[in-house]
């Protein structure tokens, strides 16, 4: 299992657009149209799948929130901003 990050690790290894909303990271990536966003969340999650890291994604028009949080850990931990990163590299 993996360690969880303290408050001062989480701060500095936060990706770039990425926010903290208490045991998760979360970013929402936006698309100017649906299809658009069907195509990053479907890589996100061979991206997810590859790592065995599964985060929370809701898709909507032009948009995909993305949740990333280490439940077998209870909270936010190295697994999860390597997959912030790893999914922002694919929305680039």
Do not use: C, K, Q
Request: overall charge negative; cysteine-free; aromatic content about 8%.
């Amino acid at each position: 299992m993996a360690d969880l990050l303290s408050d001062e690790e989480i701060a500095e290894r936060i990706p770039d657009g990425w926010e903290r909303e208490d045991d998760e990271i979360v970013r929402t990536f936006e698309f100017d149209e649906y299809l658009d966003a069907s195509g990053f969340l479907s890589a996100a999650a061979g991206v997810a799948e590859d790592a065995f890291h599964h985060p929370e994604m809701t898709i909507t028009w032009g948009e995909v929130e993305v949740r990333l949080t280490t439940h077998d850990a209870g909270g936010i931990t190295e697994n999860d901003t390597d997959m912030a990163e790893r999914l922002n590299g694919i929305y680039e």
